[in-house]
């Protein structure tokens, strides 16, 4: 799985969008980009996950450059309980086996009144 | 509801003793994982599992052992060989084909 590097730390004010880059250069063609985030100590929960075009759900949008090298999560309005560590992984989507399912150190994200 | 099952949440042993941690899931999930979190730190993969039978050594297997003997179960055991044991440890599974990891809600081991 390539590797991924994230900021160890984010401060975003209520109400304001929380972007969160990561950068994964070394991604290759199959790797998809995955989000989750851990509030602490709870077990990390998926958000969203995309392969090169942009992707929006409920919780976030995903924007993955077009050299598919970097990746931005954005909370459009976040709140107090988005505080949490924010994981970005990089990973084939395989069927027949499991892959490991590697996570790095993540991005702290602190949201402020 | 379905989901995936830690017990316990918290767990103290003395130094030397062999634990079994349980996870649980009712997902019908082919994939389960076992993590560790040291505090501060991100997760670090133990072992994994594709299915029933069959598990492999994740990025830190020494000083633990699994077993995967039916689908919905893959316990952890912390063995006495395992040189620092406390740690808060993270169960998921996922569907082979769906992209989606479930977590549990962990088991923070202390030994002492």
């Known amino acids: 799985d390539a590797k991924t590097t994230q900021p160890p730390s984010m401060d975003c004010a209520e109400g304001r969008a929380a972007n969160l880059p990561c950068n994964h250069s070394?991604?290759?063609?199959?790797?998809?980009v995955y989000w989750y985030r851990q509030i602490h100590s709870q077990g990390p929960q998926y958000i969203i996950h995309?392969?090169?075009n942009n992707e929006t759900n409920e919780m976030a949008s995903l924007i993955i450059t077009e050299d598919r090298k970097s990746s931005t999560l954005i909370l459009p309005h976040a709140t107090l309980r988005d505080t949490a560590v924010y994981y970005c992984i990089v990973r084939a989507f395989e069927t027949g086996t499991a892959s490991k399912l590697t996570f790095g150190t993540g991005t702290r994200l602190q949201v402020t009144l | 509801d379905g989901g995936i099952t830690q017990s316990p949440k918290y767990l103290f042993r003395k130094e030397g003793q062999n634990v079994t941690l349980s996870c649980e899931q009712n997902?019908?999930?082919?994939?389960m994982y076992w993590y560790r979190q040291d505090p501060g730190q991100g997760l670090r993969l133990i072992y994994y599992?594709?299915?029933?039978?069959?598990?492999q050594k994740g990025d830190i297997a020494e000083g633990y052992s699994v077993s995967r003997e039916k689908k919905e179960s893959f316990p952890l055991t912390v063995t006495s060989a395992q040189k620092n044991p406390t740690a808060f440890y993270l169960c998921a599974s996922r569907q082979q084909e769906n992209t989606e990891a479930f977590f549990g809600q962990g088991t923070r081991l202390t030994v002492v």
């Open positions: 997902l019908n999930h082919d994939a």
């Open positions: 995309g392969l090169k």
């Open positions: 070394t991604i290759s063609g199959n790797e998809y």
């Open positions: 599992s594709q299915i029933v039978n069959d598990f």
